[in-house]
């Protein structure tokens, strides 16, 4: 998808991006002192939800949220949605009421000091390629999660998909969801494609609105297959209604 881009918001990003990435070091270097102090991993995460606020408002993101009555806020979800664009991991991050972490390709835990920084935080990690091998460590990163009282955000299909259209999804968060015995909560994110995709960086000003669904409850009444495509078919038709 080629985003059309004016003139203003080339001039915004020129100035925006070099300040968001010196803010982005400070963000790396902030989490990596909570590690050495008392009872920091409280402060990690408070940094870690302003880090997703101010990437919104860095952009100029008119974000709205609509269901958000439907999260028990002392639970732990499955958060599942659709991923069109860069921007997803500020929105989530930001206006969800309970604090999400990412289920993480394991390659970005061998950078320098941002791998430090996702352990920090408790990302789970998969590495895809031999995701079956590592099954043991991939289900205790994730109980590690759950047992501090978080929530995973998986995106199943895979990659941003630079779309309004749904590509196919994985099975991991059914997997998952199922192993664990954790609801599923699906959220649907609208627009976010017009305003960034993958490759492109332009702080385009504009509307993101989530749709929070009803979650899924009862995950083990389902196979996997019919759990997926049931998550499939409850975010594609609220996308296209």
């Known amino acids: 998808m080629s ?37 920091g991993k409280k402060l990690a995460t408070k940094i870690y939800h302003y880090f997703g606020w101010l990437g919104i408002k860095m952009v100029g993101v008119n974000l709205t949220i609509s269901g958000i009555d439907k999260i028990n806020t002392n639970r732990s979800y499955i958060v599942v949605g659709n991923h069109p664009s860069t921007l997803d991991v500020f929105t989530h991050i930001h206006a969800l009421p309970v604090s999400i972490r990412f289920l993480t390709k394991t390659e970005l835990f061998r950078w320098p000091f941002f791998g430090r920084v996702l352990k920090i935080l408790g990302l789970p990690r998969i590495d895809r390629k031999n995701a079956q091998l590592n099954l043991p460590e991939i289900n205790k990163s994730i109980s590690n999660v759950i047992a501090e009282g978080n929530s995973i955000m998986i995106f199943p299909e895979g990659t941003r998909s630079n779309q309004k259209d749904l590509l196919p999804f994985k099975k991991g968060a059914a997997n998952i969801s199922k192993s664990f015995n954790l609801p599923i909560l699906p959220v649907v994110t609208h627009n976010a494609h017009n305003l960034m995709t993958k490759g492109k960086v332009w702080f385009k000003k504009g509307d993101i609105h989530l749709d929070v669904l009803e979650p899924i409850e009862n995950p083990n009444d389902y196979t996997t297959e019919q759990l997926t495509d049931l998550i499939y078919k409850k975010i594609n038709e609220v996308l296209n209604s």
Request: aromatic share 16%; glycine share 0%; hydrophobic share 55%.
């Open 3 to 39: 985003l059309k881009i004016d003139t203003k918001t080339r001039i915004r990003t020129l100035y925006l991006f070099p300040t968001f990435l010196f803010l982005f070091v400070i963000f790396i270097l902030s989490i990596l002192l909570t590690s050495i102090i008392p009872d």
